[in-house]
C-alpha cells in the first residue's frame, strides 16, 4: 500500500541494508537496529559473523531467523559475497570460474545452500557473482564453467521457487550489464543483481539508464554511492553517483523489491550510517 506521500506514479520505494556494513553488531541486534530505523529488510550475506551456513543447526537457526524476520516486518535477499568463508587464505575463493573443478563445485554447493536458506526465509531473491578469471586462463573456458555453475544454481533455485540474480563486478568475468546480457542468453532463467554504483565504474550504461533498460529483469538492486572510476562503496552523497536521478528512475519503474545499501566498510560507524543513509535517500525521492 502505498502510503500518502507518494502517488501511483511515484511509489515509496523499499530499503534495505547489507549486513556486511554491521558486522560489528549481533545479527539479532542488527535486525533491531534496521526494523527501528524505517528499513523494510535485510540483505543477509552468509557469513561468519552472521548465519554461518557451514555452523550447526541451519535449519533449526534459519526457521528461527525467519520467525524473527516476520515479527520485525523485515523482508530480505540473500546475500552470498563473503570473503574468506569458502578459504580464509584466499579472499572470494573459490568462484564459480576457478580453474580447479573441485573448487566450482564447492561454490555450487555454498551457492545451493543459500537458496536453500532464502527459500526458508522467504527471500525475494538470491545475488552471487562469477568471480574473477586466473590472469593467463582461456576466457571461453571459464565461461563455460560459469555457464554449467549458473545452470545448476538455478535448476535447484527452481525446485525452491527462489529467485536469482546475478551480479555483475568490476574485475570480474561478468563485469557488466553487457556481460550479463550474454550470461542471460545462456542461462535465460537469472534475474539481474544490479548495484547501481558500479555502473560509474565500468559498462556503458548510466546507473539510471540501467534501471530503465532492465527493469523487468531487476532481481536485486543496491544503491550505495561510489567515486567514478573506482570500486569503493561509499554512503549516500560521499560519492559521485546521481542518487537522486537513480531514486527517481526507481519510483518511474516502479520497482517492487528491496533496494539495499552495502557498505561493507563501514562497520565501525553502522549506529550512526544505518539511520542517516536511510534518511539521505527518502528525501531524494520524488513525492507526489
Known sequence: MLTPAHDAQHPRLRY??????????????????????????????????????????????????????????????????????????????????????????????????????????????????AGVPAPDQDRDEAWRWLADGVREVVAHARGRDVVCAVEPEPGMLVEDCDDWMRLALDVPEITLALDTGHCIVTGRFVPEQAVREFAPLLGAVAVEDMPRGVHEHRAPGEGDMDLPAVIGALQEVRHPGLVSFELSRDSHRADVLVPSALETIRKMEVPA
Not at 556494513?21 to 549481533?26: C, I, P, V
Not at 537496529?33 to 541451519?58: C, I, K, N, Q
Not at 570460474?97 to 573448487?103: F, M, S
Open 16 to 129: 534495505a541494508y547489507n549486513t556486511n556494513g554491521l558486522t560489528s553488531h549481533r545479527l539479532d541486534d542488527a535486525l533491531t537496529l534496521l526494523a527501528d530505523s524505517g528499513y523494510d529488510g535485510v540483505a543477509l550475506t552468509l557469513d561468519v559473523a552472521h548465519h554461518d551456513p557451514f555452523a550447526p543447526e541451519l535449519g533449526r537457526r534459519t526457521a528461527a531467523l525467519a520467525d524473527r524476520l516476520r515479527g520485525l516486518g523485515l523482508g530480505s535477499v540473500v546475500e552470498t559475497g563473503a570473503r574468506f568463508l569458502l578459504d580464509p587464505r584466499r579472499k572470494h575463493q573459490p568462484t564459480l570460474v576457478t580453474p580447479d573443478a573441485d573448487g566450482r563445485r564447492r561454490r555450487v554447493a555454498f551457492l545451493r545452500t543459500c537458496v536453500d536458506v532464502a527459500a526458508d526465509l522467504g527471500s525475494e531473491a538470491v545475488s552471487f557473482w
